[in-house]
């Protein structure tokens, strides 16, 4: 009789230890916050990103569209991998069947049912009161009643701890803002800046030089003259070539997803130069980028620079300009480590650096005339009380480094 109260114990210990063991690994499951970033319900398109800093093997875990459960190791993977599934990195998958008009999209966790408890994130299209609503509601990741209102292909736009409707937003532009910020036919390469609010892992993009695509940088040849492809905000990366040569015509494009080059929604940024109607112009004039017959004058020392703001209503061949750039990093001299002032000035100029070396500088009209030059070590004040009135622009120079510009105005 003890002999068999004590294998009674010894089971429920073994079971207890099994639902304990389950459990950690549907709590630790439930700690990678991988989201859904990104639908086109007509291409049957959707992406997720795994924001949290830990690995993960998303293979089994399922996706449901309108109720209809489909494993993620069942769908086609177009960018980056189910196992692992990196830090930050994108996973893009194409296969799910999906209702442009209105619809719903929830994820869950692998090893459960497709219930309230798998829950793990969700969204919904078109019209309230889809699939698995009402679990998303209770467990407080969308709201009673609401859905996206605007026409696919959808974007999230908050961060991994935001949720509902707000987070979301028909898209224009791409899903990471990245821009091209120049083409340097000096050594043959070209600078991408991260002009978004995050920084973005430029690695699973994929980038066209005169037609010829590669499916993901980071496997492209070429050497990293600065930066890393995991590009921080308001930081940018430089990409030297070494199969593919600027010369005197060509192209750029940019896309966020590889092996989808006839897509606007994914073509995050196009230049072309010495030649009008490169590959993929076309495609920039559809997302209104670019004028397919407007292209960029480049000579074999020049550059060519882009000189908006890095939105996407400032794209096309009016905001890049040739310059013949001293050295190969544009953003190297940012502007706000000098501050000018005052401006507009009378009389003195007074310039103030927060870089710890001497820094160049150049003055010029807007007829290009060079007004003066000379250092600066921290401050400096310059007399421009004999400047005629009107616009001046002060180039600095770290190093040999490329020019950073500031407008100031010269008045009575």
């Keep these: 009789m003890k002999e068999k109260n004590t294998c009674k114990i010894y089971k429920w210990i073994l079971a207890a230890s099994i639902i304990l063991c389950c459990n950690k690994t549907i709590l630790s499951q439930q700690l990678i916050n991988v989201r859904i970033i990104y639908i086109d319900p007509a291409k049957k398109i959707i992406a997720l990103t795994n924001y949290l800093d830990a690995d993960s093997n998303l293979s089994d875990w399922r996706v449901s569209s309108n109720g ?18 990196k830090n930050t990195q994108s996973l893009v998958l194409q296969g799910l069947t999906m209702d442009p008009n209105k619809g719903s999209l929830s994820l869950h966790l692998p090893n459960l049912p497709i219930d309230s408890q798998s829950l793990h994130d969700f969204v919904q299209w078109g019209d309230s009161s889809q699939a698995f609503e009402a679990d ?5 990741i969308w709201r009673q009643g609401r859905y996206i209102t605007a026409k696919p292909p959808f974007s999230f736009k908050c961060t991994y701890g935001d949720h509902d409707d707000t987070c979301w937003q028909g898209i224009k532009a791409p899903v990471i803002n990245l821009r091209f910020a120049y083409v340097s036919n000096i050594n043959n390469s070209i600078c991408i800046k ?15 030089i005169n037609g010829n695509c590669y499916d993901t940088i980071k496997n492209m040849p070429m050497n990293l003259l600065k930066g890393n492809l995991n590009i921080l905000k308001n930081d ?44 993929y112009s076309s495609l920039a004039g559809q997302k209104g980028i670019w004028d397919s ?37 544009l953003d190297e001299f940012r502007q706000d480590y000098v501050t000018l002032y005052p401006n507009p000035t009378a009389q003195f100029l007074n310039i103030n650096s927060t870089i710890s070396s001497k820094i160049y500088y150049h003055i010029i009209d807007i007829t290009g005339k060079v007004m003066g030059n000379g250092t600066i070590y921290n401050t400096q004040q310059l007399d421009i009380s004999k400047y005629a009135n009107g616009i001046y622009y002060i180039k600095l120079y770290k190093d040999a480094g490329n020019p950073g510009i500031i407008k100031f105005v010269k008045v009575n």
């Design 68 to 85: 209809i459960d489909t494993p993620l190791s069942k769908l086609v993977t177009i960018l980056g991998n189910l196992n692992p599934c």
């Design 136 to 140: 998303a509601v209770m467990k407080k």
């Design 194 to 208: 991260n002009a978004g609010v995050s920084n973005v892992d430029l690695s699973y993009s994929a980038l066209c």
């Design 236 to 279: 940018s990366v430089v990409i030297q070539f070494k199969n593919d040569s600027i010369l005197y015509s060509g192209s750029a494009a940019l896309f966020a997803f590889p092996k989808l080059y006839n897509d606007t929604s994914v073509l995050l940024d196009f230049v072309q130069w010495g030649d009008s109607m490169q590959p």
């Design 293 to 329: 017959l407007q292209t960029v004058d480049i000579a074999k020392n020049d550059s060519i620079v882009y000189t908006g703001n890095y939105t996407f209503a400032q794209s096309g061949a009016s905001y890049w300009e040739t310059r013949h750039l001293l050295g190969i990093y």
